[in-house]
């Protein structure tokens, strides 16, 4: 097949002399964009998230207007809390889905945190959420 017929579309993003910009969701991480915006037309981000020198997460509750989105953790480690979840330690190999508008935070990162993070539109809004109300537990019946 002659080169001109490939997609046009198609991308690499290599490691070595890639950047790191402080311009993202969040101002405690830097993020790499890793072209995926580009090459899908707008359908799909993914980037690479560290963790910035200095700076922790607000722990604030949010949502994301999202369709799909999920983060593989390649160094490091953080604490997150999920609506009807609880909190959940993530730490190097961790791979985790976070479900369409589920309401969660981030708690603490470790310094070395790095993370893939691949989120579907591109394009998508955050939203600010009040503390999820508390889980209640079953009633106890009285034995006596």
Request: proline letters at 6%; a positive charge; charged letters at 30%.
């Amino acid at each position: 097949m002659p080169a001109k017929a490939y997609p046009k579309r198609f991308n690499v993003s290599h490691s070595k002399g890639a950047k790191f910009s402080r311009r993202g969701l969040r101002g405690y991480f830097e993020y790499r964009d890793l072209g995926i915006l580009r090459a899908t037309r707008g359908k799909v981000v993914a980037h690479v998230i560290r963790a910035r020198r200095g700076k922790a997460p607000h722990g604030d509750w949010h949502w994301h207007d999202v369709d799909v989105q999920f983060v593989y953790v390649l160094k490091g480690s953080a604490v997150f809390e999920y609506e009807g979840i609880g909190r959940v330690a993530m730490k190097a190999g961790t791979c985790f889905y976070q479900p369409p508008r589920i309401r969660h935070r981030e708690l603490r990162h470790s310094s070395d945190l790095q993370m893939v993070e691949f989120v579907s539109p591109a394009k998508f809004r955050t939203y600010p959420a009040e503390k999820p109300a508390a889980r209640k537990s079953p009633a106890r019946r009285s034995r006596g």
